[in-house]
């Protein structure tokens, strides 16, 4: 096994102090998802401080990270984000080391599971259950526009639950930084059924594209499937761009009225395209009975809570993953002399923050982001 880097940990964080991390510090005790750029195993420390504790280890192979630029510079971006963000409803990044072949990310293990596979068993949810999951995710995205970070990639799959049932958002290879108010961007990007038109239309885009996200995914949340869907992609984007939203009778007036307001194509107009931002979608009626402050404290009892037996539960979890023994595959190496390696490293130190993601599994027509084990 090669070296690890010796990482300095923040009080932050799990462990204080200068300890020596590396992956025979961790059991593997389940595989939770894999993908293309590697494996999600759910672990236990065994080693140092919080030894015992479980948590989600994300190794991510290097070789196929360099092998697109754009891949790289997601890695970088997300790697940045992690430094900025530590929010109650976005995930915990605990630890980051690498081998010669390999990079490690060590999350908080959220054994809610994701919110999609929740939304598959209902089918739909009440208004009231979805208010919960959209106001708390309202707060994780406000708090990311405050730090210039639009998100990019709101979906069900995206969106997990912690013990108690409280949102925890993830993935954040799609995020772009240092958007302010009067700066668009211009990468085509996201999951078409959630995506806003004007990133379809590549006509340049800001932080409201997160909030026409919120409104697909609340219309996903209370009739079953996102507001426009076709045979194809092509069919799906004429839909997102011309076809009049249908709003099924048995919606609330406040629901109906919030869905309009975030499912504009003028982004301008479009609600939380203000100064406001999260506070204009904050205090639109179908919100009235959140008390934001008790929300944000988690005092609020969600509408859901995972019956578990134990910390190392993965019944919230695909079988498809859980049922397969936990290997990981002897680290490649050969890259660590590569002009790729040096990039990649300059990528992975010190996080001195905790904040990460957990990647969900999706069938659904997405651009890949190179965090995204799931895909």
Known sequence: MDDCEKIEISEDNVNQGTENIRPECFELLRVLGKGGYGKVFQVKKVVGAAAGKIFA?????????VRNAKDTAHTKA????????????????IYAFQTGGKLYLILEYLSG???????????????????????????????????????????????????????????????????????????????????APEILMRSGHNRAVDWWSLGALM????????????????????KILKCKL??????????RDLLKRLLKRNASSRLGAGAGDATEVQAHPFFRHINWEDLLARKVEPPFKPFLQSA?????????????????????????ESPGQSIISS?????????????????????????????
């Open 57 to 65: 280890m994300k190794v991510l192979k290097k070789a196929m990270i």
């Open 78 to 93: 997300e790697r940045n984000i992690l430094e900025e963000v530590k929010h109650p409803f976005i995930v915990d990044l």
């Open 113 to 195: 599971g994701e919110l999609f596979m929740q939304l598959e068993r209902e089918g739909i949810f009440m208004e009231d259950t979805a208010c919960f999951y959209l106001a708390e995710i309202s707060m994780a995205l406000g708090h990311l526009h405050q730090k210039g970070i639009i998100y990019r990639d709101l979906k069900p799959e995206n969106i997990m639950l912690n013990s108690q049932g409280h949102v925890k958002l993830t993935d954040f290879g799609l995020c772009k930084e240092s958007i302010h108010d009067g700066t668009v961007t211009h990468t085509f990007c996201g999951t078409i059924e959630y995506m």
């Open 219 to 238: 219309y996903d949340m209370l009739t079953g499937a996102p507001p426009f869907t076709g045979e194809n992609r092509k069919k799906t984007i004429d």
């Open 246 to 255: 249908s709003l099924p009778p048995y919606l609330t007036q406040e629901a």
């Open 312 to 336: 190392e539960d993965v019944s919230q979890f695909d079988s498809k993953f859980t049922s397969q023994t936990p290997v990981d595959s002897p680290d490649d190496s050969t890259l660590s």
């Open 347 to 375: 990528l992975f130190l010190l996080f001195p923050r905790p904040a990460s993601h957990l990647c969900p599994l999706t069938n659904r027509a997405s651009v890949v982001s190179p965090m995204s084990l799931f895909l």
